[in-house]
């Protein structure tokens, strides 16, 4: 049986299992697809060693970049993003790419209109290299935003002006994200506009505080499901094609 699965913490958001689970069903395809708690990169040597079959994974939060550190090959975009959530193995060969930069891509282009030039990216981590990746390969600047001092902006310094020259707002951060539904990120709601567009990569729950706050003011708002979809479709493809790691470098 071909064996697949996800690595990070925590997992219990996780769609991936049961979306893979049910794309095998439907495809009578004789595999599996499992959800590994790990916290620490250290681990996943061992649970490879325990997984003979495994073909390929899945990463999130918090281990997209360290994951760098066990990779013998790394795609060109996952190398400039820094950051990996998919990895495909192949004789003892690991082979990292980033499928969240196409997924976030895909999904956002149908919703940019003219004015949106300027972005705020909430957040510093994995997710939020591939997101600025994304806006880049679109032409849309942008300033991140973060609570640790490692972005441009911190969210006490978001001012009226900063929020009407960036009108796409996304939150890579996992605030608000189940079971810790409560929690949002401190932006200054109340100048936000109909012309503002939310972008939450979170997708369990459905609508975020983030986002019930833009619809309070009438903004259009988008949560990441969609992306998830795209990004796992595109890892499907990379782990189903052997032409793949033709598009790497080695890192050892």
Known sequence: MEQYGIIGFPLT????????TEKFAKEKRNAEYLPFTLKIIKQLPGLLENFPEMIGLNVTIPLKTDVISCLN?????????????????????????NTDHF????TLKPLLNNEMNKALVLGTGGS?????????????????????GKGDLSYNELTEEILQEHLLI????????????????????????????????IYNPKETVFLLKGKEHKTRIKNGYEMLIAQADKSWEI????????????LK
């Open 170 to 201: 996304v939150n890579t951060t996992p605030l608000g994200m189940f079971p810790e539904t409560d929690q949002y990120p401190d932006i200054p709601y109340q100048f936000l506009s109909e012309k503002h567009l939310l972008y939450d990569l």
């Open 103 to 106: 997924g976030f891509t895909e």
């Open 13 to 20: 958001h996780s769609f991936s299992p049961f979306y893979f």
């Open 73 to 97: 090959y790394i795609s060109d975009e996952a190398r400039e993003i820094n950051a990996v959530n998919c990895v495909k193995i192949v004789e003892g060969k690991l082979y990292g790419f």
């Open 128 to 148: 939020s290299k591939a997101v600025c990746f994304a806006l880049s390969q679109l032409g849309i600047e942008y300033k991140l935003v973060s609570a640790s």
């Open 239 to 250: 782990w189903n094609d052997d032409n793949a790691i033709n598009n790497t470098i080695s």
